[in-house]
């Protein structure tokens, strides 16, 4: 990682989880340069970075303002990873809003690669879903290839616009996962055999089972997430 890379982590996290109020006006470049121990022209560059993530507004005139929470690109990566690893409990309302999120789009998704996924999509598919297979007490092993199975559904929809979102789509998912991972061998078994199941009615090319299917996953990991919130509560 970068110097410009850390200090992005860094400042983009302070931004975020409060340290800067957001709405409110931030300190002037020179006074962030000394904070952060950087230079003017990295501090600018990451400045740069920032506010394409909507965290932060260079007012011509004005100053540096830190945007507010509602203005956030929460369909950012980092930005999701900074807003769920804070020391406090995570939001319900962001966990919300990314879970209504996925039900919104995956179950089209996986009607989508029901009526168009090529062969080669079909392998990376499986092979995704073998990973999951071979890795269900590898947590962050399972992980990468949980996400890396939805990627492939989503490639599988050769739909350019869709494939766009593939890095929004996996965000989603690694931001929530902490919150709806259950390491039990009885969850396990029923996770594995839910992608399975998924796998084969894209396989099959029957859309409607397909979205149906993939509506189903999206309600239980709505209520896994729903019931660990209540239990941190």
């Known amino acids: 990682m970068t110097k410009t890379d850390r200090l992005i982590n860094a400042f983009g996290r302070d931004l975020v989880q409060g340290v ?60 999701l990873e900074w807003a769920l690893s804070g020391d406090g409990d995570a939001d319900p309302a962001l966990i919300a809003s990314l879970i209504e999120v996925r039900s919104l789009i995956e179950p089209a998704i996986s009607r989508w690669a029901a009526e168009r996924a090529t062969a080669i999509n079909l392998v990376a598919i499986e092979a995704a879903l073998n990973g999951m297979k071979a890795n269900t007490t590898n947590r962050d092993a399972f992980m990468e290839a949980d996400i890396a199975f939805h990627r492939a559904i989503v490639a ?9 979102l593939a890095d929004a789509i996996s965000a989603l998912q690694r931001a929530i996962f902490d919150h709806t991972y259950l390491s039990d061998p009885g969850h396990m078994a029923l996770t594995i055999k839910e992608h399975s ?17 993939a509506q189903g996953m999206i309600s239980r990991t709505a209520s896994r997430a729903h019931i660990k919130l209540e239990s941190a509560a």
């Open 156 to 164: 599988a929809t050769h739909n350019f616009v869709i494939q766009q």
């Open 20 to 79: 800067f109020t957001p709405g409110a006006a931030l300190p002037s470049e020179a006074e962030l340069c000394e904070r952060y121990d950087t230079s003017r022209n990295v501090m600018r560059e990451v400045i740069k970075v920032l506010a394409t993530k909507r965290l932060i507004d260079a007012q011509s005139y004005r100053g540096l303002f830190a945007m507010p929470r509602e203005q956030w690109n929460y369909l950012d990566a980092n930005v």
């Open 197 to 213: 199941d998924l796998f084969d009615m894209i396989r099959m090319k029957n859309p409607v089972a397909a979205e149906d299917m």
